[in-house]
């Protein structure tokens, strides 16, 4: 059976994104006017603290625009709190059609893609990689993840779709690997999302592979950074699935997003690529240097008009809070969304569990004491992931609830937005129970 070997999640009591109590007042929530009314509007008046931290940071302008969304189950429209606009010289607001840059919140949906290949039975989630593609049947593995490729040893155990989803195959990323593996990852173009056409200080340029297959055989080249189902190792892993999705279905991955997510979904405006007639609803993209903005991705002059050589199933696309709220939508009504049923209910409800192998050790890493499902963060009944550029993305299924942060600068560690925004969450909730009697 495809789904062999499923383990129950062991969740711990951590919210999504850290420790705390987000979103952890469902009665009270139940209670709020924006639960049953159909179109969408701002509900500033309903979340006072999380309003108040998006007037902070774009009026001291830190950021160009702080958005946040908030979908009530089944409900068709997100509600808003926040605003801004595209960019500091562009005077147009954003809303929920505005484009934005969600880089690792691609992630759930190359997962979700996987899932319904398993669902299909053209995958087993714990299927041996190398059945798919040979190329990566007798791996080597670093004795030191830092040291020379030279002194490696065989993998004890195959990798297997399940390690891939979860970030437990062994493999590196350009923003984890160090040592030579690191330079071999640059040398051989193993990149993933995209950031800008021009250098960035700091940041040294790569070419990327020629195509997604190109890059998947040679990183079948290079050894693993560690054991397969040992550790928890934030890696290029999810890009991979990006080509296991090709070999899979026959279908060229982006074309294989469209058909079987996007179209189905109604994601209208989500792509590798901005049409150029769409570049006028891109925000720009801000590098934060020494605590103030830099262009780094203008709208008018973006990358992302470019179609990518390598579309990066870890990073690649661009969305709009509608779009993304959709599949959100979409995973909260267990795969079905309006009267289109995208995705089977097992499929939704394996992959948003914690699918990590017992074997792994999660101590030290992002997501240590918690659990990861298909690609986002499986945890309390809650599923979801945040991209590169301040962006958030999540459901939880306790609640019936889906929300979403919406802002683009980089690195996220430059401001403590996604800290301020769930102690904001967290303070417009106890308020709520307090004035219910809760």
């Not at 870890?314 to 809070?321: A, D, Q």
């Not at 690609?375 to 009944?381: D, F, H, K, M, P």
């Not at 979403?404 to 303070?427: G, K, V």
């Amino acid at each position: 059976m495809a789904y062999r070997n499923f383990a129950q999640a062991d969740i711990s009591r951590r919210s999504l994104f850290r420790g705390g109590t987000y979103l952890a007042a469902g009665a009270a929530l139940s209670t709020l006017p924006f639960g049953r009314e159909l179109l969408a509007h701002d509900v500033s008046e309903a979340w006072p603290n999380v309003a108040a931290m998006a007037e902070k940071y774009v009026s001291e302008r830190k950021v160009a625009n702080l958005l946040m969304t908030f979908g009530w189950g089944q409900q068709e429209h997100a509600h808003t709190v926040g605003g801004g606009t595209l960019g500091f010289g562009n005077p147009r607001d954003v809303d929920v059609d505005s484009l934005y840059r969600i880089y690792s919140m691609t992630k759930p949906v190359t997962g979700m893609a996987i899932m319904m290949l398993i669902d299909d039975g053209l995958l087993g989630l714990d299927q041996p990689l190398h059945d798919i593609m040979p190329q990566f049947r007798d791996m080597q593995v670093l004795i030191d993840p830092e040291g020379s490729l030279d002194n490696v040893e065989p993998a004890k155990t195959p990798i297997t779709i399940r390690h891939l989803l979860t970030h437990t195959a062994g493999l590196g990323y350009l923003i984890t690997s160090k040592g030579p593996l690191l330079d071999a990852y640059r040398e051989n173009g193993l990149v993933g999302g995209r950031v800008s056409r021009f250098p960035i200080p700091g940041i040294p340029p790569v070419t990327p592979a020629p195509n997604l297959e190109v890059w998947a055989d040679r990183l079948a080249t290079l050894p693993l950074m560690v054991q397969p189902a040992t550790k928890w190792i934030y890696s290029c892993s999810i890009d991979l699935l990006g080509r296991v999705i090709e070999v899979a279905s026959g279908k060229d991955f982006e074309t294989f997003l469209k058909e079987r997510i996007f179209e189905p979904c109604g994601m209208n405006s989500t792509w590798m690529t901005v049409p150029e007639s769409e570049k006028g609803r891109l925000t720009d993209n801000y590098g934060i240097a020494a605590g103030f903005p830099v262009p780094i991705d203008p709208a008018a002059g973006t990358i992302y008009t470019d179609a990518p050589k390598v579309p990066s199933g870890g990073g690649g696309l661009v969305s709009t809070p509608a779009d993304y709220d959709r599949f959100l939508r979409m995973l909260l009504g267990y795969g079905r969304i309006g009267n289109e049923q995208v995705m089977g209910e097992l499929a939704v409800r394996v992959g948003t569990s914690n699918l990590l192998p017992k074997t792994v050790d999660t101590a030290g890493s992002w997501i240590a004491g918690e659990g990861h499902g298909a690609g986002g963060r499986a945890t309390n009944g809650t599923f979801g992931w945040g991209g590169a550029a301040g962006t958030l993305g999540a459901v939880d299924f306790n609640l019936g609830l889906r929300a979403a942060l919406w802002t683009q600068y980089m690195p996220t560690e430059a401001y403590p937005i996604r800290d301020e925004y769930l102690a904001a969450l967290e303070a417009d909730l106890k308020a709520m129970r307090d004035a219910r009697g809760m």
